[in-house]
Structures are given as structure tokens and as C-alpha cells.
């Protein structure tokens, strides 16, 4: 059974920063494809971030490149996505997601993860 706890979100002024913390066992963060993803209310679920370990494959969505930066620490069981230069459109629920797979040719979309979880929210203020 696989679990995915996140953690890190919270409130913040547009052009700060804050770190979602994702916590999965080891075989998780090295043999599945990782992901981030967001949602805000009447929207569909959007992909943000996704990475392989085993192969060091890394994907960003084009409204976050430049600024998030998805990385693992296998020490700690940890999944980070790293927010920078906030914007109030980055205002989510974000969740962490994990698949058995390596990602392919990633494109963000939700159906392609099958383990979710519970998303924290982070609120981003102009």
C-alpha cells in the first residue's frame, strides 16, 4: 500500500516562497514516477511537477518552470517541490501523487497516477 503524506503549505505574500514536503517509503520515491500536481475550485486537477529517481528524468509545467523545483531526499523518504517567486494564480490545493512507471513522456495528467495524497493548501496573496 503506498501513502503519500504532504506537508509545507500555508500563506504567503505574492513573490515569496515556501517548500511542500512529501513523505513516502523508499521503494516509492526510487521505483515510481513522483508527481506534484494542483487544483483550485472548478478546475480540473492540474500536473506541475513530476520526477523518475532512476533516472534522474525531471518535468515541469510551463506556468511553473523557472521557479518550482520538484527533488527527492531518499535519506529522509522525502519529495520536495521548492515554490519560489509565488504568484496569486499559484493559490492551490496541492497534492503529491505517485504511479508504478517512469513517468514516459510526462503530460500531467491526473489518470495517469494512481496513489493520491490527502493535499495541503497553500494561499498566495497579492
Known amino acids: 500500500q503506498v501513502q503519500l503524506v504532504e506537508s509545507g503549505g500555508g500563506s504567503v505574500q505574492a513573490g515569496g516562497s515556501l517548500r511542500l514536503s512529501c513523505a513516502a517509503d523508499?521503494?516509492?520515491?526510487?521505483?515510481?514516477?513522483m508527481g506534484w500536481f494542483r487544483e483550485t475550485p472548478g478546475k480540473e486537477r492540474e500536473g506541475v511537477a513530476a520526477?523518475?529517481?532512476?533516472?534522474?528524468?525531471?518535468y515541469y509545467a510551463d506556468s511553473v518552470k523557472g521557479r518550482f523545483t520538484i527533488s527527492q531526499d531518499s535519506a529522509k523518504n522525502l519529495m520536495y517541490l521548492q515554490m519560489t517567486s509565488l504568484k496569486p494564480e499559484d493559490t492551490a490545493m496541492y497534492y503529491c501523487?505517485?504511479?508504478?512507471?517512469?513517468?514516459?513522456?510526462?503530460?500531467?495528467?491526473?489518470?495517469?497516477?494512481?496513489?493520491w495524497g490527502q493535499g495541503t493548501q497553500v494561499t498566495v496573496s497579492s
Open positions: 501523487a505517485a504511479d508504478l512507471g517512469t513517468c514516459g513522456e510526462w503530460t500531467g495528467y491526473e489518470g495517469d497516477f494512481t496513489y
Open positions: 520526477i523518475y529517481s532512476s533516472s534522474g528524468r525531471i
Open positions: 523508499r521503494y516509492t520515491l526510487s521505483n515510481f514516477c
